[in-house]
């Protein structure tokens, strides 16, 4: 009732002019939304685990799940009320959440007492869930606790967080770093990117300036701190300065960074689940189909059973049992056996592996341009203070410099929003080994053995690539330095007559470009048709050797 009080406290009040984008996260805001997510999946479980249960009991019993779908409610309720809190930055508010845990928890824990005094066995579904919801309910009590440490908001004197300066530029229109942890599964902070986008085209103006956490200049102090404090190290143990040490030190070891392997780590989790939720729900439909059959053939010839038959059938004997005792508490094992529930379980899969795997990739991405601009501003300040004449030499060019700072530095966000798959791909291969072994036996080595055999030939022709890809970068060099000389000469060239001279020199440049373009998309083609067709032919090597 609170809940629904408050929401017509806010109704009566003009909020709207609070920008909806708006954002103070409260400490230990990660850990709150984690728990939620949980206790929502926990009640979830316990509403599926009263209505299976009511099945197994003879009659109707709405009693068992009603108040489970009502709790189900009140926590997707209070998760508003929550966010809603958030985006207003009222943490006093927060005492109605509290005090709404602290009475769930209590309920939660006279509900396990009353299970203790039923003598209810600990291997039952509801007991375990039971006991998980009190454990979710404290930690959320201590998360208030920690917030009402922090913030003293029941005090006279209570911390203010005051808007940050980003939000409150009307500029400013890029959320994501204030976003709370749903809006970043979601991506809800960039709906209002969507909705422009879908009634008009998007143009460079829509899309306001970057906030200070991510943007040029916040890039290169963060590579610069660390460039500085490794080289001091570098000549004081008098050893070589390592760039791939700075990089790693400045932008793969943060937290963002680590989030996002986590969350890749999550991605591949789930990847091995959906198969094994599928296989089940295969098993489900077939076995009832072959019940539904044999009670047809059953029916069609008209057997009549004996006595001793009748009372060895499992589900006449389940029947007896259940109207001896007073209600049927389904196991764990039972709980996942049911289709229903394992469809709702691959829902809820797919959907958290979706958006695990787009977040982290987000996050990625972002990490990877943070190292491009900074490293792109660190080289455009380095040349700001090289002589003329250093440039002019063949040691180093202009166009040497140029695609360093384009083509090189697009590379190393590649290589960051790429990095996480490197050793997801690996833990995929074994698990994913293992588990066709369980499935398939010694075949499933023959295909796995196929798939290893190809890792050389993938190796040479990463290896080619590399090479082609050294050799176009040669060549682009070349081009930019007879473009730069016939841009800054342009006077000379007009009053000897020279433009054909360096207009055929660069398109000889040009013209050697393409050709290594050319030969990288063949190595290129190569490695993707390897990739796509080594699946098919692993699985004929399974299904065409002997069992």
């Known amino acids: 009732m609170t809940k629904f009080a408050f929401i017509g406290h806010c109704r009566n009040h003009d909020y709207t002019r609070l920008q909806i984008r708006l954002w103070v996260l409260f400490p230990g805001h990660s850990v709150r939304w984690l728990t939620i997510l949980a206790l929502l999946f926990v009640t979830m479980s316990e509403v599926g685990e009263c209505v299976l249960s009511d099945s197994f009991t003879p009659g109707h019993h709405p009693h068992l799940y009603v108040p489970w779908i009502m709790a189900l ?7 508003v009320f929550y966010n809603l809190v958030e985006k207003l930055n009222r943490p006093r508010l927060l005492l109605i959440l509290g005090l709404y845990h602290v009475l769930s928890g209590g309920f939660k824990v006279l509900r396990l007492s009353h299970l203790y005094s039923r003598g209810v066995s600990t291997d039952s579904l509801r007991f375990q869930l039971t006991w998980t919801s009190v454990l979710l309910y404290g930690v959320l009590v201590a998360v208030e606790v920690y917030v009402l440490y922090k913030r003293r908001y029941l005090s006279t004197t209570p911390v203010d967080v005051p808007v940050p300066d980003d939000l409150q530029n009307e500029s400013m229109l890029f959320a994501m770093p204030y976003a709370s942890l749903p809006s970043w599964f979601a991506f809800s902070w960039m709906d209002w990117v969507l909705l422009l986008g879908y009634k008009q085209p998007l143009q460079a103006k829509h899309l306001g300036k970057l906030p200070e956490k991510i943007c040029a200049e916040e890039a290169l102090d963060r590579l610069t701190n660390v460039y500085e404090r490794e080289k ?35 991605t591949q989790v789930f990847l091995l689940i959906s198969p094994l939720l599928l296989k089940l729900i295969i098993i489900y439909v077939t076995m009832e189909t072959a019940k539904q059959a044999e009670a047809s053939i059953l029916l069609q ?16 004997l389940l029947v007896l049992l259940l109207v001896m005792s007073e209600r049927y508490m389904v196991s764990p094992w039972e709980f996942l056996q049911n289709g ?23 996050i990625s991405y972002n990490v990877g341009q943070m190292l491009k601009k900074g490293l792109q501003a660190m080289i455009y300040n380095k040349c700001l203070r090289l002589p003329s004449w250093l440039l002019e030499n063949d040691h180093i060019s202009m166009g040497q410099v140029t695609n360093h700072m384009s083509q090189g530095c697009d590379m190393l966000s590649i290589f960051i929003f790429l990095f996480h798959y490197s050793w997801a791909t690996l833990f995929q291969l074994i698990a994913v080994s293992v588990l066709l072994y369980y499935q398939l036996g010694w075949n499933a080595v023959l ?101």
């Open 73 to 79: 409610l009140a926590t997707v309720l209070g998760s």
């Open 232 to 266: 001091e190290r570098a000549d004081r143990s008098g050893k070589q300065l390592s760039l791939w040490g700075v990089y790693f030190r400045a932008f793969l070891l943060c937290r963002e960074f680590g989030l996002a392997g986590f969350l890749m780590l999550v």
């Open 340 to 362: 229903f529930v394992l469809l709702v379980l691959l829902l809820v899969v797919s959907v958290l592996r979706t958006g695990a795997q787009a977040t982290s990739l987000a």
């Open 447 to 547: 295909a796995v053995g196929f798939l290893v055999i190809l890792l050389p030939v993938d190796l040479f022709i990463m290896k080619k690539m590399h090479e082609v890809s050294t050799q176009k970068m040669a060549k682009t060099d070349v081009r930019l330095k007879w473009a730069n000389e016939t841009i800054q000469g342009i006077k000379l060239l007009k009053l000897y007559a020279w433009e054909y001279l360096f207009v055929g020199k660069v398109t000889k440049a040009r013209k050697d470009e393409i050709k290594q373009l050319y030969r990288h998309a063949g190595w290129k083609i190569l490695a993707k048709f390897c990739n796509n067709a080594s699946p098919l032919v692993a699985t004929l090597i399974v299904s065409m050797s002997p069992s």
């Open 301 to 316: 010839e008209r057997y009549m059973v004996s006595p001793w038959e009748f009372l060895q059938n499992g589900f006449v």
